[in-house]
């Protein structure tokens, strides 16, 4: 049996979930690894935006610490600044997005700014927004990458900083003025999810082997939708392992940490 | 409530009545109106005068008590470490500070607020993100939070950088499709409205004006004509908003190389007021062509906050601020400080990007 550590496992997802041709707007850190797995596997023609100014970077140099570093920009095709880029991302030029945070709810929506207390005095302030407020609004679907625990998959959010589908009522994204089609896939070490395009509830679309789908609500603070077509999730392959550790992260600053 | 139109947010937040901003309170501008904004631009000379100057000089003349000053680059990426040293080392109180994401630079501010508020404040912040990407969160940024020791505007990494546009452009505010539909959209300075052609939601968010913008760029002559290499992150769009700019420049060209490639000045000269020349001015962080960041340095920082942030001694803090800021005169003195193999390594780990400074 192959051994691969959960966030090889969220990578190798994130990977498997990108298309050919596509344009990915990352974040630093495991969305940056997942896409460069898709570029050397089923997705070459898969382009990078980084919020800082690039469009379809080659990351030839090693990977990006930051999403405004030399690595992130050498041999872009586009590099202007985060105005341009996420002025694209409204012209409909990004077709995913990878974004996380602290807290995720039932709808999709994600905290990234605080914690207990209030708004302008928080018990933990978080770093704020950043671009993924704007890339959850306009990114044409977004990816969220999330821990599976009970406090981060939360029935109420503290406060919510990117856009999911809200409320759940139809018209809640376009009555915001957002543009993009809203939360696509949330992935887990443990757990994939999508949402019912009925009620647009998070729904568990496949655990991993040995898991079952009564482990994965224990972990979860709101009520799962279970897929009619639960499946199991594809696990790294030697190779798939080999390309993460020794292209994709080879200086380990990601893939080589321990889980909390 | 906080205005008439507004997204469905009411039904999803968990904010507590009262944490919302009033609207019937008023809209303020946290820095020049863009009428005062626009005279003092008008009331400048605008010949192609030689503007280098000293680092000292540059923040005396133009950072004073209470005014907005944003801060370019974007969290490691060609922060304007150099003119922030110089900031703490003058002090200024009451600020108020713009940016999109940024790290060292505002912490470097939060820490100098910390060991001295009598001689350097921050009265509140209007940003997107403040924090150290894979190096970790901000721990002075947390720690003024919990203690409730600044005002906070949120917006997201585009709202920010539309605020500037805004104002460089000479408008009051700009549309866009983010904010809509967050707990942003409740206590942020922007305000939803009907679009007046189609009806639909559309989400304005107010201009920034700073005071003060201050930069590090890649080369730019001696009159202000910046080019800028790598990403451009919101520098031009801060020069433009800004009353007054202050730009420092890894290296000072001819006005003659400016001449022959104008396609490729980002900010032109009007809309700068000081230039100074200094090498590694965004030191430990990066700037394409020149220089990666310097992780270990930042770290060096990071932990002394960190420790600070845990268990209140301040002692790592105060000894990192006297090492590499007010024990030195100028950048070059904190330079002086850093081995030569760090500076060497971190030239190495740009790779040589290419750059034009014909």
């Keep these: ?260 | 409530m906080k205005d008439q139109v507004q997204s469905p947010i009411g039904s999803v937040s968990s904010l507590a009545p009262g944490q919302a901003r009033d609207a019937a309170h008023g809209f303020s501008w946290w820095g020049p109106s863009p009428d005062q904004a626009r005279k003092t631009t008008v009331g400048k000379p605008k010949g192609l005068t030689d503007k280098t100057t000293t680092m000292k000089e540059a923040v005396h003349e133009y950072v004073k008590d209470g005014i907005n000053l944003a801060i370019g680059g974007f969290v490691n990426t060609r922060p304007p470490v150099a003119i922030v040293h110089e900031i703490i080392r003058k002090g200024a109180k009451d600020l108020t500070l713009s940016f999109q994401s940024n790290s060292i630079c505002p912490e470097l501010l939060a820490g100098a607020m910390l060991l001295d508020p009598q001689h350097l404040s921050i009265k509140r912040v209007e940003l997107a993100w403040w924090g150290y990407e894979v190096i970790g969160i901000a721990p002075l940024f947390r720690h003024l939070c919990a203690s409730g020791m600044i005002e906070l505007d949120d917006y997201t990494n585009y709202g920010m950088s539309a605020r500037f546009k805004a104002a460089a452009m000479g408008l009051e505010f700009l549309p866009v499709r983010d904010h809509g539909g967050t707990d942003m959209e409740l206590v942020n300075r922007g305000k939803m409205i009907e679009s007046p052609f189609t009806g639909r939601n559309t989400y304005l968010v107010p201009a920034c004006y700073p005071d003060v913008g201050i930069l590090n760029v890649t080369a730019a002559d001696k009159h202000g004509n910046c080019r800028i290499f790598g990403a451009h992150c919101t520098c031009p769009e801060i020069a433009m908003a800004a009353s007054h700019c202050i730009v420092s420049t890894e290296t000072l060209i001819s006005l003659d190389s400016i001449r022959n490639y104008p396609n490729l000045t980002e900010i032109p000269y009007t809309a700068v007021d000081a230039v100074v020349e200094q090498p590694f001015a965004s030191y430990p962080g990066a700037c394409y062509g020149n220089y990666w960041f310097d992780m270990e340095h930042i770290l060096l920082f990071r932990n002394a906050s960190e420790e600070f942030r845990r268990t209140g001694n301040s002692d790592a803090l105060k000894e990192y601020y006297d090492r590499y800021v007010f024990s030195c005169e100028t950048h070059d003195d904190f330079l002086s400080k850093i081995p030569y193999r760090t500076l060497r390594r971190i030239r190495e780990m740009d790779g040589g990007q290419p750059i034009i400074l014909t």
Excluded: W
């Design chain 1, 1 to 260: 049996m192959t051994e691969y550590s959960p966030f090889e496992m969220i990578a190798f997802t994130g990977s498997r979930i990108l298309t050919d041709n596509t344009t990915v707007f990352v974040g630093t850190g495991l969305p940056i690894i997942a896409s460069i797995h898709a570029q050397l596997t089923h997705a070459p023609g898969l382009a990078m935006i980084f919020e800082a100014g690039p469009l379809a970077p080659m990351l030839t140099m090693g990977m990006p610490l930051s999403v405004g570093d030399t690595r992130a920009c050498h041999k872009a095709c586009y590099l202007k600044g985060l105005s341009s880029v996420f002025e694209l991302t409204q012209r409909g030029h990004a077709d995913f997005a990878f974004i996380g945070g602290a807290q995720i709810d039932m709808y999709g929506n994600v905290n990234s700014t605080f914690e207990g207390g209030s708004y302008q005095s928080p018990k933990t302030r978080f770093p704020g927004s950043g671009g993924a407020g704007a890339m959850a609004a306009n990114c044409e679907r977004s990816i969220i990458i999330m821990a599976l625990e009970p406090r981060r998959f939360t029935p109420k959010l503290d406060f919510l900083t990117s856009i999911g589908f809200g409320d759940g009522s139809p018209g809640y994204r376009e009555k915001s003025g957002v543009l993009g089609s809203g939360p696509y896939r949330v992935i887990t070490n443990e757990a994939l999810f999508g949402f019912d395009d009925e009620t647009r509830r998070m729904t568990l679309l496949e655990v991993q082997r040995g898991k079952t789908a009564d482990d994965i609500q224990r972990k979860v603070g709101f009520e799962l939708l279970i897929s009619p077509n639960l499946g199991e999730m594809p696990e790294p392959s030697e190779v798939d392992l080999k390309l993460l550790r020794e292209e994709c992260d080879p200086e380990g600053y990601f893939l080589a940490r321990k889980l909390r």
